[in-house]
């Protein structure tokens, strides 16, 4: 896989069960970034195959103009996932999505049977991306050496509802049972240079609380989230999209910056606070997050 595709914008990674053929034939029109086709908690223990069967059909034949493909297979500790890495690979699905993923040993399993599975349907060898979702204290612990532990790997994923359990931890209005794994989490992908979603918002008529989540993660440095409905699309899209003034202080920065380099001068000031080189990088990021979210025309980046 190329940098471009592992890089790709992923505001929104929106879970569909594909047990549900209704929801797996369009739901590209609701335009998330990714959508996670799931084959793990969604999907009863009954319906595994008829829903990887229609995971293939689906991957196979459905136009989803452009929005990314990821599959999130059964657990490395049920008879299924062997086959669900077959049927994603040889559909042509863009990632898989590892649940209650513990150690580097995981992922490694799972990057063998892809590679198998690659060469078996004659897929590019290394096209698959991998993801994990850290669900436990082990996991999250392990979260470096799992960010690392693969070239394919794409991000890293908190699931809070495996981890409140195995956390023994209580649900709280402002997320305090989740404070430590999130920093965890975003430390460990930055430090591996890959990216960090933050977990999906389960009261989905709620879309104040939403906001203040998506908030809150945003601004602790994740990339994105995981979905559970179309509801909540545009909210995390808003959230994640830089404002126009945001856009435009990046680009006085930039310039600012650049033009005193040139004089000499290392601080200075603009609109109204004091900027130095250290604020350039973080610029350029808001105007290149502006552009993948297509509201960003000028020609900085
Ligand atoms: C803890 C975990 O593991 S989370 C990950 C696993 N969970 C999942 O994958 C669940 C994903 N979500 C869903 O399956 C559904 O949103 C449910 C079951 C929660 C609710 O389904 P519904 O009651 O049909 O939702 P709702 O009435 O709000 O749906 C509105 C429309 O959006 C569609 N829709 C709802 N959720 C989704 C989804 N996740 N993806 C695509 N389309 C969806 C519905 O088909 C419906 O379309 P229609 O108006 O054309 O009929
Ligand atoms: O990945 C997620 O956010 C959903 C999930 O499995 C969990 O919360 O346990
Ligand atoms: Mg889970």
Request: charged share 30%.
């Amino acid at each position: 896989m190329t940098d471009a595709q592992k890089n790709r914008i992923r505001r929104t990674m929106m879970f569909l069960n594909t047990q549900r053929a209704a929801l797996v034939k369009d739901s590209y029109v609701y335009k998330p970034d990714s959508v996670l086709l799931d084959l793990e908690d969604a999907v009863a223990e009954g319906e595994k195959d008829s829903a990887r069967v229609q995971l293939y059909n689906t991957l196979k034949y459905v136009d989803y103009h452009g929005v990314e493909r990821f599959v999130r297979i059964n657990g490395l500790d049920t008879p299924h996932y062997k086959e669900d890495i077959r049927a994603s690979v040889a559909g042509g699905a863009d990632g898989i999505r590892i649940p209650k993923t513990e150690t580097k040993n995981d992922v490694a399993l799972v990057e063998e049977l892809v590679e198998k599975a690659e060469k078996e349907f004659g897929r590019p060898v290394g096209s698959t991306m991998l993801m994990a979702a850290l669900e436990s204290p082990r996991a999250v612990l392990n979260a470096y050496e799992i960010a690392t532990s693969s070239d394919r790997m794409m991000g890293i994923a908190l699931s809070a509802g495996d981890f409140k359990r195995t956390m023994h931890a209580r649900q709280t209005a402002d997320g305090s049972e989740l404070a430590t794994a999130r920093g965890l989490i975003i430390m460990a992908a930055r430090a591996a240079g890959i990216m960090a979603f933050d977990t999906v918002y389960t009261n989905i008529d709620d879309i104040a609380g939403l906001r203040r989540e998506a908030e809150l993660i945003r601004d602790m440095g994740f990339d994105g989230k995981s979905l559970i409905s179309p509801k909540q699309i545009a909210t995390i899209h808003e959230v994640f999209t830089p404002t126009e003034k945001e856009i435009s202080r990046a680009e006085h920065l930039i310039l600012a910056v650049e033009e005193n380099k040139k004089k000499g001068v290392g601080v200075l000031v603009v609109d109204g606070a004091m900027v130095d080189i250290a604020m350039v990088e973080g610029a350029y990021r808001t105007l290149t997050l502006a552009k993948a979210s297509g509201v960003y025309k000028g020609g900085l980046v």
